[in-house]
């Protein structure tokens, strides 16, 4: 159950805004002196907290957000600030880091509606891949678990780039980073040109992508991801690897090994015939065809067609 601390005596205005709260699942806490709040946050931090500016009580009413903010427990955690329509225009957000804002007196469907949403960008946001911005885990399963659920016929695409902790150990992790932007750009593009409508681009982390777009645009998709990435992906590489076709490195066992150079490697898992019931089932079968997929040499994709 999700513990929300009201802090402050004005918010909860009505017997009825606490009521409506706690039976949509939340737990309410409230406080109404500022040094029994800070002491809540500190020893036993809920999950979002609701305060309101020009707290009584003592004190100052930033030393409650502040001490939210440095939590360590439980980071991160969403602050709404409650304020008086006057007080609107004089506001310092720089100075009240908070992530939502009411204006009083908070009718309690808005409060709720305030609350949820807080919820929902807290998961949002921190699931979203910090380099590429894309959505993360949750975002992806959440997203492929539909995909089986709408009962549509969809391709769950995964991509890896072929040797590519060999190239960062080669040309750093800076590098890196640049091919992992550059795949992210190009497969948000491809699939937003020519596949718009359905479809989903997560960042599962490190050179694992994935994408997933109506059945009937699995391979103009791929294709031209694949072509695009050889358009560009010299641009990432060195004259004297790009002459050679291959760079020298270290394998994960520390030996000398030559190395192809970066490529694309996309396991097609498709949902048609409703062969899939949840997520787990496509990520193993994709594992299967990734593993094959990568060791044919170059940029390749493989659509699984075995039955079930």
């Known amino acids: 159950m999700q513990r929300i601390l009201v802090a402050g005596d004005t918010i909860l205005h009505t017997p009825a805004s606490k009521l409506i709260i706690e039976a949509m699942g939340y737990q309410i806490i409230t406080s109404s002196r500022l040094q029994d709040a800070v002491s809540l946050i500190l020893e036993d931090p809920p999950d979002l907290l609701i305060t309101e500016k020009g707290f009584a009580g003592g004190g100052h009413d930033l030393d409650l957000i502040t001490a939210a903010k440095a939590c360590l427990q439980k980071a991160n955690i969403p602050i709404l600030l409650a304020l008086n329509d006057s007080e609107l225009s004089g ?15 908070v009718l309690p469907e808005v409060l709720l509606a305030r609350i949820e949403l807080a919820q929902s960008r807290l998961i949002r946001v921190f699931d979203n891949n910090p380099l590429s911005r894309l959505p993360g885990n949750t975002s992806i399963l959440r997203a492929i678990q539909k995909t089986i659920d709408s009962e549509e016929p969809h391709g769950v695409c995964y991509i890896d780039i072929d040797n590519f902790k060999p190239y ?7 590098r890196g980073d640049e091919v992992l932007l550059m795949v992210a750009r190009l497969t948000v593009n491809v699939v937003e040109e020519n596949a718009r409508n359905g479809s989903f681009v997560g960042h599962v982390g490190g050179d694992d992508f994935v994408f997933i777009v ?27 690897d790009i002459a050679a076709g291959c760079f020298i490195g270290e394998d994960r066992q520390g030996n000398r090994t030559e190395f192809e150079l970066l490529s694309l490697s ?17 990520s193993a079968t994709a594992s299967q065809i990734k593993h094959y997929t990568k060791s044919l ?3 390749n994709y493989v659509i699984d067609r075995r039955n079930p």
């Not at 960062?168 to 800076?174: E, L, M, Q, T």
């Open 214 to 240: 109506r059945e009937e645009h699995i391979d103009t998709v791929c294709q031209r991801l694949i072509a695009n990435f050889e358009r560009v992906k010299n641009m990432f590489l060195s004259p004297e």
């Open 266 to 282: 996309v396991a097609v898992v498709t949902t048609a015939g409703n062969k899939y019931k949840h997520y787990g089932e496509i």
């Open 297 to 299: 040499p170059g940029s």
């Open 91 to 105: 506001v310092d957000w720089d100075l009240f880091p908070v992530d939502d804002f009411m204006i009083k007196p």
């Open 168 to 174: 960062n150990d080669r040309y750093g992790f800076s």
